[in-house]
């Protein structure tokens, strides 16, 4: 029977000085690379794809997969890009595992590479972490002076560069496409495909991307094996995964377990719901990830269990919201979110999504009526799977789940002529009052 | 603002020269220039384009796509109030209206520098800043400053202007914020070593796993290996559109939502 949390990424955390290439190497660091080396690239692959580890950034794709589709008979340079940009609203993973664990990515970044034969890789970080960009600026250039990047690097042949690119702000380009053209220096708006990055990338080269969380995981998997990573998990969603809780818990923070746990077992983990009070609504996976309620703290939190309830594990940021909360006020937020990050390239996204926050805010403020509910709805389906990418279509899950569950909370507003909660009881340091 | 010195211009050839193709370059080259004249000024712009070789207007598009580059300056210290909605909830909204009222600014504003102060402070509301575990959060020069409340916001804004030391709670002593640019360019501080491994949230579950003795398996487990997925069922298991998109096979044209996303264009 595997442990109910399972720290591997985040095990590192608690050492002294941990972001450093010693402490790292004294808890084994570096030690699976050259493991790596002593395979072929192709037996790399197919321990990534043996192990079932899918992709921690929100679609769950097959990360082994993924690799195997670089063309390796394309003569241009191959390139490995790591998504750093962490910008789903909810989603605290990659930031604080770069803070504290950065060398555990640098490895990772290396035998990704070797195994998709790629000798320049990027590290695409948000540019609103400052310290977080620090310790991973600094882990690369440890990395080189201790022959662990450059050329021929422990004696293999194999040849890595790594670069630290810091983005500007955009929540955009944490899709990965526009991620590439923020890299190649433009505005970020998302990039038509076919062709896939697989095949025409960066600088229309063949490029995987993945996700910080993803490429840190591998490894452990090569120096665990892939058996031992399948142990843990669920039969379709393997291995470990950082679940991050925030909001309304009385301990909110990381925690690290097999994919599969339940939010009522992690909540039992985190102290409860602050103050005793109820759970109201969460998200499973960001604010992309349409919400659920007090009804699903059962499901299974893997990729197949979150979809069945109706909604997606996506980044496993799990935002608690009490019932103190008002879910129209919640929503109303994430849209005119999602309004200000549309990159504007397609019109039922740019357009779409001011309209949203027109029917929203006026039903917030109680002035509406009913029929703005239908007509938010309709809204959302010119919005869903009409848009360029999944931005547009993200932007409509708070919405739509917020109908589905709370109909009566809108309906409330137009009763009460305005929202009928108060705010300043949601707050961290309202936490305190006696409950009624 | 006068063009840029020679030492600017020498390090942006530096920036544009890490990348196979140097337009790569312009991201890190703006929070240069940003470090050098305190804003993206029009000669910043020119000097760009002309080490890349691409028109101003091009660099000029792309510095208004991003949030980070400003075309007005901003203060000494810039306070970034996370209002998305869950700091908004947990007290980010509180904060940031309280902050508005103190320093007499609006969204986006630079407080007047008053007699005896020594640094300028701005304001501004961002989005998630990927620490919501420490909400309601505030970033000032990108650093995080967890767990804020409004009465502390405003002690730290007036230790701030004051000039007294203040530190991230998750990081080093604050920078000014062209400091802070120029680490985004690309070119470090020293500073690394200062701060923690991880805040007390980052912690809670690993603390509870060390009190119970919980670990990953330490052998490798016994049972069978996964089966290779075929590329078929990996797109049935794949939950979201986002990862179907990224699994159509690119010779397969007749993929309705990617035939769908051109026609939207
Ligand atoms: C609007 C939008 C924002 C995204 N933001 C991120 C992000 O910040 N980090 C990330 O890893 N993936 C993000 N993704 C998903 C990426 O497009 C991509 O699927 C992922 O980086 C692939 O890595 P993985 O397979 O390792 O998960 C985003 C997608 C969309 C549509
Ligand atoms: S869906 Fe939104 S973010 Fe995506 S391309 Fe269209 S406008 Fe841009
Ligand atoms: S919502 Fe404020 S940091 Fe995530």
Same mark, same amino acid.
């Given at each position: 029977?595997?442990?109910?949390?399972?720290?591997?990424?985040?095990?590192?955390?608690?050492?002294?000085?941990?972001?450093?290439?010693?402490?790292?190497?004294?808890?084994?660091?570096?030690?699976?690379?050259?493991?790596?080396?002593?395979?072929?690239?192709?037996?790399?692959?197919?321990?990534?794809?043996?192990?079932?580890?899918?992709?921690?950034?929100?679609?769950?794709?097959?990360?082994?997969?993924?690799?195997?589709?670089?063309?390796?008979?394309?003569?241009?340079?191959?390139?490995?890009?790591?998504?750093?940009?962490?910008?789903?609203?909810?989603?605290?993973?990659?930031?604080?595992?770069?803070?504290?664990?950065?060398?555990?990515?640098?490895?990772?970044?290396?035998?990704?590479?070797?195994?998709?034969?790629?000798?320049?890789?990027?590290?695409?970080?948000?540019?609103?972490?400052?310290?977080?960009?620090?310790?991973?600026?600094?882990?690369?250039?440890?990395?080189?002076?201790?022959?662990?990047?450059?050329?021929?690097?422990?004696?293999? /042949?194999?040849?890595?560069?790594?670069?630290?690119?810091?983005?500007?702000?955009?929540?955009?380009?944490?899709?990965?496409?526009?991620?590439?053209?923020?890299?190649?220096?433009?505005?970020?708006?998302?990039?038509?495909?076919?062709?896939?990055?697989?095949?025409?990338?960066?600088?229309?080269?063949?490029?995987?991307?993945?996700?910080?969380?993803?490429?840190?995981?591998?490894?452990?998997?090569?120096?665990?094996?892939?058996?031992?990573?399948?142990?843990?998990?669920?039969?379709?969603?393997?291995?470990?995964?950082?679940?991050?809780?925030?909001?309304?818990?009385?301990?909110?923070?990381?925690?690290?377990?097999?994919?599969?746990?339940?939010?009522?077992?992690?909540?039992?983990?985190?102290?409860?719901?602050?103050?005793?009070?109820? =759970?109201?609504?969460?998200?499973? /996976?960001?604010?992309?990830?349409?919400?659920?309620?007090?009804?699903?703290?059962?499901?299974?939190?893997?990729?197949?269990?979150?979809?069945?309830?109706?909604?997606?594990?996506?980044?496993?940021?799990?935002?608690? #919201?009490?019932?103190?909360?008002?879910?129209?006020?919640?929503?109303?937020?994430?849209?005119? #979110?999602?309004?200000?990050?549309?990159?504007?390239?397609?019109?039922?996204?740019?357009?779409?999504?001011?309209? =949203?926050?027109?029917?929203?805010?006026?039903?917030?403020?109680?002035?509406?009526?009913?029929?703005? =509910?239908?007509?938010?709805?309709?809204?959302?389906?010119?919005?869903?799977?009409?848009? #360029?990418?999944? =931005?547009?279509?993200?932007?409509?899950?708070?919405?739509?789940?917020?109908?589905?569950?709370?109909?009566?909370?809108?309906?409330?507003?137009?009763?009460?002529?305005?929202?009928?909660?108060?705010?300043?009881?949601?707050?961290?340091?309202?936490?305190?009052?006696?409950?009624? | 603002?006068?063009?840029?010195? !020679?030492?600017?211009?020498?390090?942006?050839?530096?920036?544009?020269?890490?990348?196979?193709?140097? &337009?790569?370059?312009?991201?890190?080259?703006?929070?240069?220039?940003?470090?050098?004249?305190?804003?993206? %000024?029009?000669?910043?712009?020119?000097?760009?384009? $002309?080490?890349?070789?691409?028109?101003?207007?091009?660099?000029?598009?792309?510095? %208004?796509?991003?949030?980070?580059?400003?075309?007005?300056?901003?203060?000494?210290?810039?306070?970034?109030?996370?209002?998305?909605?869950?700091?908004?909830?947990?007290?980010?909204?509180?904060?940031?209206?309280?902050?508005?009222?103190?320093?007499?600014?609006?969204?986006?504003?630079?407080?007047?520098?008053?007699?005896?102060?020594?640094?300028?402070?701005?304001?501004?509301?961002?989005?998630?800043?990927?620490?919501? !575990?420490?909400?309601?959060?505030?970033?000032?020069? *990108?650093?995080?400053?967890?767990?804020?409340?409004? $009465?502390?916001?405003?002690?730290?804004?007036?230790?701030?202007?004051?000039?007294? !030391?203040?530190?991230?709670? &998750?990081?080093?002593?604050?920078? %000014?914020?062209?400091?802070?640019?120029?680490?985004?360019?690309?070119?470090?501080?020293? &500073?690394? !070593?200062?701060?923690?491994?991880?805040?007390?949230?980052?912690?809670?579950?690993? $603390?509870?796993? &060390?009190?119970?003795? *919980?670990?990953?398996?330490?052998?490798?487990?016994?049972?069978?290996?996964?089966?290779?997925?075929?590329? $078929?069922?990996?797109?049935?298991?794949?939950?979201?559109?986002?990862?179907?998109?990224? %699994?159509?096979?690119?010779?397969?044209?007749?993929?309705?939502?990617?035939?769908?996303?051109?026609?939207?264009?």
């Amino acid at each position: 029977m595997t442990d109910t949390l399972t720290p591997v990424l985040t095990d590192m955390w608690d050492v002294e000085r941990s972001w450093t290439l010693a402490a790292y190497e004294s808890k084994g660091g570096y030690q699976a690379l050259d493991k790596a080396f002593g395979m072929s690239q192709d037996d790399v692959i197919a321990a990534v794809k043996d192990s079932g580890l899918r992709g921690r950034g929100g679609a769950g794709f097959p990360t082994g997969m993924k690799w195997s589709f670089i063309p390796q008979d394309n003569p241009k340079p191959k390139y490995l890009v790591v998504n750093a940009d962490e910008s789903e609203p909810g989603t605290c993973k990659d930031i604080p595992l770069m803070m504290g664990n950065p060398h555990v990515l640098v490895e990772g970044v290396i035998i990704s590479s070797y195994a998709i034969r790629a000798n320049k890789a990027f590290i695409y970080i948000r540019g609103e972490v400052l310290h977080v960009i620090r310790r991973v600026q600094a882990a690369v250039a440890e990395a080189y002076a201790a022959g662990h990047l450059g050329k021929d690097i422990h004696g293999s /042949g194999y040849d890595l560069d790594v670069v630290v690119h810091a983005g500007a702000g955009a929540y955009i380009c944490g899709e990965e496409t526009a991620l590439l053209e923020g890299l190649e220096g433009r505005r970020g708006q998302p990039r038509l495909r076919p062709p896939f990055p697989a095949v025409a990338g960066l600088y229309a080269s063949p490029t995987v991307i993945n996700n910080v969380e993803s490429i840190a995981s591998v490894p452990s998997i090569v120096a665990n094996g892939a058996q031992w990573f399948a142990s843990m998990g669920t039969e379709k969603s393997k291995g470990y995964g950082i679940f991050s809780l925030s909001g309304h818990v009385t301990k909110p923070g990381q925690y690290e377990a097999p994919l599969g746990i339940t939010l009522r077992e992690l909540l039992d983990l985190a102290g409860g719901i602050r103050g005793g009070r109820e =759970l109201k609504f969460w998200t499973p /996976g960001g604010s992309s990830t349409p919400l659920l309620t007090a009804d699903h703290l059962d499901i299974p939190l893997d990729f197949e269990g979150v979809g069945a309830a109706g909604s997606m594990l996506g980044t496993r940021a799990l935002q608690i #919201f009490d019932d103190t909360v008002c879910v129209v006020r919640a929503v109303l937020r994430w849209t005119e #979110f999602y309004k200000h990050e549309s990159c504007g390239k397609c019109t039922p996204c740019r357009e779409g999504t001011w309209w =949203l926050v027109q029917t929203l805010a006026r039903l917030e403020k109680g002035q509406g009526t009913e029929a703005d =509910l239908d007509t938010l709805l309709d809204q959302c389906d010119n919005i869903l799977g009409r848009s #360029f990418c999944a =931005l547009g279509d993200g932007a409509t899950s708070p919405i739509s789940s917020s109908i589905q569950y709370f109909r009566d909370e809108y309906l409330a507003h137009l009763t009460h002529g305005g929202c009928p909660f108060d705010a300043a009881r949601s707050t961290a340091w309202a936490g305190q009052e006696v409950t009624a | 603002m006068s063009a840029l010195d !020679d030492k600017t211009m020498g390090e942006l050839r530096e920036i544009a020269g890490r990348y196979p193709e140097k &337009r790569s370059g312009l991201l890190p080259m703006l929070h240069l220039v940003q470090s050098a004249q305190g804003k993206v %000024t029009p000669e910043a712009i020119e000097a760009c384009a $002309e080490i890349l070789e691409i028109s101003a207007a091009e660099v000029s598009g792309v510095a %208004t796509f991003y949030t980070m580059y400003k075309r007005h300056g901003v203060g000494d210290f810039h306070v970034g109030v996370c209002t998305n909605t869950l700091c908004a909830v947990m007290g980010g909204d509180q904060i940031f209206e309280r902050l508005k009222q103190h320093l007499e600014i609006g969204n986006d504003e630079v407080a007047d520098k008053r007699q005896g102060d020594q640094y300028s402070v701005s304001l501004e509301h961002v989005e998630c800043n990927a620490a919501c !575990d420490y909400a309601p959060v505030v970033m000032v020069n *990108w650093e995080f400053m967890d767990n804020q409340t409004p $009465e502390g916001a405003v002690q730290m804004v007036e230790s701030l202007r004051a000039g007294h !030391d203040v530190r991230s709670t &998750r990081g080093p002593k604050l920078c %000014t914020w062209r400091e802070a640019e120029r680490v985004l360019a690309g070119f470090p501080d020293g &500073r690394v !070593d200062e701060g923690p491994s991880a805040g007390p949230a980052s912690l809670a579950g690993l $603390e509870i796993a &060390r009190e119970r003795g *919980w670990t990953a398996p330490h052998v490798p487990a016994p049972g069978a290996i996964a089966p290779t997925p075929s590329k $078929e069922s990996a797109v049935a298991e794949a939950d979201t559109s986002r990862a179907e998109s990224e %699994t159509i096979d690119e010779s397969s044209s007749a993929d309705e939502s990617a035939a769908e996303k051109r026609e939207a264009q």
